[in-house]
T-cell receptor, first 108, second 114 residues
Framework: AQRVTQPEKLLSVFKGAPVELKCNYSYSGSPELFWYVQYSRQRLQLLLRHISRESIKGFTADLNKGETSFHLKKPFAQEEDSAMYYCALVYNFNKFYFGSGTKLNVKP | ETGVTQSPTHLIKTRGQQVTLRCSSQSGHNTVSWYQQALGQGPQFIFQYYREEENGRGNFPPRFSGLQFPNYSSELNVNALELDDSALYLC?????????????FGPGTRLTVL
């Protein structure tokens, strides 16, 4: 069975500090992983996906199959990064399994 | 191009009643997925419809049912409501072409069961 774990419910950092949001997964197949973000009073939206290997808003995430992790990183946090972040695993062809989310709070 | 819309925004029902939630997919999308998001949790997959047929179901009882229409709009029906059904219900649409299909989410319907 698939599982996504985001161990931190809340992560608080100061502006300019590095950020790492943790995501670990369990899946017997070949994993496809996403990060979704929800800003205050906005809908859930895609931040990035592992296969594109792109950087969005300064965020990157590398799939580590050995450690079964897909941590989200940003070298210098900005106040506008404050939001809920969800790690999601795709299974059985386009079904999404979401983690419980991490609230990122970037303090001025 | 319009985004995913959901109606109603909020809904209050009592235990035992039935509810229908509606979703209008993003233009050009042929797949819709429904999720339940309880307070403090991530979205949980309920089921998915592709070209009007159910295309997968999560761990939800049969009293959760759905429909997808020829115009790809969709409904989520919940019978015999229970207090634990109180949650935000999200729909997400996508165009299924293969792997890695980005899902576009609606704003959700907040259901409260008293």
């Amino acid at each position: 069975a698939q599982r996504v774990t985001q161990p931190e419910k809340l992560l608080s950092v100061f502006k300019g500090a590095p950020v790492e949001l943790k995501c670990n997964y369990s899946y017997s197949g070949s994993p496809e992983l996403f990060w979704y973000v929800q800003y205050s009073r906005q809908r859930l939206q895609l931040l990035l996906r592992h296969i594109s290997r792109e950087s969005i808003k300064g965020f990157t995430a590398d799939l580590n199959k050995g450690e079964t992790s897909f941590h989200l990183k940003k070298p210098f946090a900005q106040e506008e990064d404050s939001a809920m972040y969800y790690c999601a695993l795709v299974y059985n062809f386009n079904k999404f399994y979401f983690g419980s989310g991490t609230k990122l709070n970037v303090k001025p | 191009e319009t985004g995913v819309t959901q109606s109603p925004t909020h809904l209050i029902k009592t235990r035992g009643q039935q509810v229908t939630l509606r979703c209008s997919s993003q233009s050009g999308h042929n797949t819709v997925s429904w999720y339940q998001q309880a307070l403090g949790q991530g979205p949980q997959f309920i089921f998915q419809y592709y070209r009007e047929e159910e295309n997968g179901r999560g761990n939800f009882p049969p009293r959760f049912s759905g429909l997808q229409f020829p115009n790809y709009s969709s409904e989520l029906n919940v019978n015999a409501l229970e207090l634990d059904d109180s949650a935000l219900y999200l729909c997400a649409s996508s165009f299924m072409t293969g792997r890695d299909n980005e899902q576009f989410f609606g704003p959700g319907t907040r259901l409260t069961v008293l």
